[in-house]
């Protein structure tokens, strides 16, 4: 079968492209290192962005007429978000220790050089961060590790209103700080979030049916489940950054209400076992509460789930405690899948949540609720399945403790709406044939497994090369057995007829050396950039593109748990399978 290289320009999104697509086209794995190094020449070429990697299209456009409006210096920028506890969070972010003040590029920022701002466009209020153009890096990892700026949608109708009513839709609310001020918090204005709608109302519902379909145990949680245990947020990123503060007592307004006890444990240590996604590891990792933040990167094996079974008991026996437990089910990118049962016992005896984020295995394919307290999803990924919107999702345990004692009155009186009305239309939209897409995904990554196994080390195809040391992926790990567990069971042959769950849609691919995945990466004909659950196939050297920096392989500890150099994810699409074994067999020939 014929292989056709892919025509899509550098910088590009999935076809088809358009205003709100969140994918770019990064061909070569050149191209993924000059994009993590931040290269001018090769920035200057994108049309298309990640939203949560800065303010892109009409959320950067929206940033320069509310620029111009405030009649800031011309050397200033601006990043606009619909919370006021933004600016509080952007001192804490812009000064702390983990900005370094002898960076090389000099982009920390002093107190006196972030200011804040806030405006209402035709009643949507946005707050306002100003700081120097040239420093922006100092400040932008907040936009991107909280994931709560504002979304291309909701900035474009913003803009589409200035321009319409000039001075009449633009209003400049009397407040003005900087990051000097003693106590930020004091004498901001009020947010006016954003209204739902019935398609917010939908999703819920749409979450709630998945989250009730061949269950494992359908008396003790899905049968109590309602949308109302189900909260929305703009990006899955901004719903871990939220839900970490509720749990680390942070941003939760109920502290009056909280005892002794309660407040030790809140205070206590995040612990986050396995590969985590970037972003949650910063959040985690830099806004940790006073216990700190623990973390456990080989957690396959018996043994070492001993060893952090050893860790607790040491540390609760030092007077210490865990706020919450973090896993990814499976794990990205190394498709662990966690002894879920065991964890569930360590939080029983010693009284903390358990938080599983389910994206990669996603709704459809595993039931969590047997132990999990809360189940957080990006709801951008394989559940919108078209790449052109972002949201997230908190969904509450109704059936385990924590729900009624702590986290239902919490995150209800602490969520507000931050997700637009036309971005819950289109998740709506798109995620219709959620189930015949996640079909598909299922089937083509089972396959690219299958093949990339043939080209291991270990195949018995004399007529391959091994050129591929690991295949990460449920099926060819060690934890497959953990993963089944919790693999949904359909009820009837009618519903496995329409779906029968399976194991995702991400894989990576460990090769024996750099130079073979090289080889392989510049001869894989699919689309090349972050993101996954789209429609197309995309694959990328996840782990040089995002620890791939001389710090971290320097410091090396990422590469001791697994992550290393030599791996390619991929996060197949909607392509016919025969197509895409093709388009893969031809880069293993290549590599």
Known sequence: MPVHPITTPIGHSLPPQADHTITLHAPTWDHAIRFRNKDASLFAQMVSMYPRFGPWNQASSLCKAIHSKLSLPDDYSCLPFLHPEI?????????SHHRKANAADGTKLSPEELKFRVVDIRGTRIFVLVFPAKKASGIMGLWQNHGTGISTRLAGDLLALIEQENEKGFRVVEFEATGSDLDISKGIPEGTWLVDIDAHFALRERIVGLMKRDVLETAAAAGKLTGEDVFLYGTGMAGIYYLHGILTGKTDDLREEVSAEEEKRRQGTVLVLGSVFHNSWHVFEEEAPPGGFKHFGKVETRQELDEIEDWLEFHYGQGGRISYLFVEFPSNPLLVSVDLERLRGWADKYNFPVVVDDTVGSFCNVDLFPVADIIVSSLTK????????????????PALP?????????????HRNELYAADATKLLSNSDDYLARSKILNRNAQAIADLAASYSSSSVNPNNKPVVKNVLYPTYSFTLANYQKFMRRPASKEEKEEFEPGY?????????????AIAFFDNLHVHKGPHLGAHLTLAMPYNEMVWGSEEYVKEG???????????????VGLEDEEELVAVFRHAFGAA
């Open 87 to 95: 600016f509080p969070a952007a001192v804490e972010y812009a000064l």
């Open 382 to 397: 394989s559940f919108s399945g078209y790449a052109n919107v972002m949201a997230g999702s908190v969904v509450l345990n």
């Open 402 to 414: 924590f729900y009624s004692t702590f986290l239902k009155p919490a995150l209800t009186a602490s």
């Open 504 to 516: 995702g849609c991400l894989l990576s691919i460990e090769f024996i050396d750099k130079q073979t």
């Open 557 to 571: 500890y990422h590469i001791g748990y697994g992550l290393n150099l030599e791996q390619v994810r991929v996060s």
